[in-house]
């Protein structure tokens, strides 16, 4: 096989930039053979868009259609994994648009499922791309820095106006989307923070629901993270701010990180600062720093390509489906932390989180689609406009 016949199943926003992207020929080894939205307004648009290319109403039918070998998944949140787990029983490889699923039980389901199949399963976090994050990473892993002391991330420039929320009925419900802005916006942060500084073993955290806006969900969220080392973190995030900011910093023995303003500036001491500390003459000891500018890419493709990669050469995954689950646990963590007004310690317990988000879906509210809610289409897709 030379070729991976790749279906996107959830065409929207994100849905329609997969599918142009991979239908013009830019994901290199990728050929576009099917669509499926359940909506007949969004199929009789893609019919004009694509009319070469099969367009099914139905998962199912796609699937029984044998006319691909993966698919893309960029639905809303809740049905990730049930059609996950379907593409899987049917031989096919997955890439899931993040988050992987809403609650753990059920992105634990996928895994297992892609291990039961044997296919590649991969997750859309393409922010790994980003050179800069890789560079933390690679200087942490490597001990740069030393012992990581303390991260504190401020990602507060994921605004949102009221049009945005209006512009779905699944968007800022427990019953469509699961939570806020850990849920949707923030999952790229939360996967870089433990991508880089590792896991927390305990989380508190306070999520503000409809602080900002007439929503059901958290629109600000503060996390304060406990270590196995005894490091500390803290992460802070709102579709509330603007001018929000984004600084990531990471502190270790060694020296420090601070990405900000698409620069990455790394100082690093000399001697770990157990010594440094005790030097009777420390201000001689000069810490050298390295300055490293961010560069353009192209993330979401860089994510297809590697996915059509592993299929096709055995390529590494950038981003391996079951490293979903790290990020979605911390998210998962702070909402029972908030619920509980407690620290809770990681991993937690699947079906008390379960029973405590079908308790806020039990109350969640239909809502009604605002058409004329004042956010141009230009100014919707803005809302990518995050400056990493």
Request: net charge negative; glycine share 8%; charged share 25%.
């Amino acid at each position: 096989m030379d070729t991976v016949r790749i279906g996107i199943i959830g065409i929207g926003n994100i849905g329609s930039a997969h599918a142009s992207c991979i239908y013009s020929g830019k994901a290199e080894g990728a050929k576009l053979c099917a669509l499926c939205d359940t909506s007949a307004k969004r199929r009789s648009e893609l019919a004009s868009l694509y009319p070469d290319v099969p367009i099914f109403e139905d998962a199912d039918s796609l699937f029984e259609s044998s006319s691909v070998d993966a698919v893309i998944i960029s639905t809303p949140h809740y049905y990730h994994p049930p059609i996950a787990v379907k593409a899987f029983e049917h031989g096919l490889h997955v890439l899931s648009e993040k988050p992987i699923g809403v609650y753990g039980k059920a992105a634990k389901e996928m895994v297992e499922a892609a291990k039961k199949s044997g296919k590649i399963f991969a997750v859309m976090f393409n922010q790994r791309t980003n050179k800069l994050f890789r560079e933390a990473r690679r200087l942490v892993s490597e001990g740069r820095i030393g012992d990581i002391k303390r991260s504190v991330w401020i990602i507060t420039n994921w605004y949102r106006k009221q049009c945005y929320y209006d512009s779905g009925d699944w968007r800022a419900t427990w019953d469509g989307e699961g939570g806020g802005v850990l849920m949707n916006q923030a999952p790229h942060n939360l996967d870089l923070w433990q991508w880089i500084c590792g896991m927390p073993i305990e989380v508190s955290a306070a999520c503000d629901v409809a602080k900002y806006h007439q929503i059901e969900v958290e629109d600000d969220a503060t996390i304060f993270a406990r270590y196995e080392n005894g490091a500390t973190g803290v992460f802070i995030t709102s579709t509330g701010d603007y001018p929000g900011t984004n600084r990531l910093e990471i502190s270790g023995s060694k020296g420090k990180i601070v990405i900000e303003h698409g620069v990455l500036e790394f100082t690093e001491l000399p001697v770990d600062e157990s010594k440094y500390r005790l030097y009777p003459e420390a201000e001689k000891i000069k810490p050298s720093v390295t300055r490293i500018t961010d560069e353009p890419y192209f993330g979401h493709l860089e994510i297809i390509k590697n996915f059509t990669r592993a299929i096709l050469y055995g390529d590494r995954l950038i981003a391996n489906g079951e490293e979903g689950i790290c990020e979605l646990s911390i998210c998962n963590a702070a909402y029972m932390s908030a619920w509980l007004k407690k620290p809770v310690s990681l991993p937690i317990d699947d079906e008390i989180y379960l029973d405590m988000l079908n308790s806020k879906r039990a109350m969640s509210t239909q809502k009604s689609i605002d058409s004329d809610s004042g956010c141009s289409q230009k100014e919707y897709n803005q809302r990518w406009n995050t400056n990493w």
